[in-house]
């Protein structure tokens, strides 16, 4: 995100549409309009969104419009980032192979 922010953010609003149009009304709806707030909200926002512990951005990020921007790779290096030393010393099985949460199985 910090090296690309136009690519990033413009797969983003992308994925965000294919979900809106998917989920028109219900709760996920609602947090996918909150997603397009912070989208059109700037950088500065949309790193809030991704990285803040607050409730309401990790309830966010189970609706995620970032879903398939980052390789595996880069996707298993920042969650690295954020888990304290040692506990992500074994590398989880490829996230194609896990199940998904039923929004994000449009993607």
Known sequence: MALAPEEVLAKAAANLRRLQDTHPSGMAASWLARWQEVLNSGLDTVFDALTSRAPWAVELRRNSPFAGVLAPEERETALASFAPTG?????????????????????
Do not use: F, I, V, Y
């Open 87 to 107: 506990e992500r010393s074994t590398r989880r099985e490829p996230a194609t192979t896990r199940p998904h949460p039923p929004l994000l199985t449009a993607l």
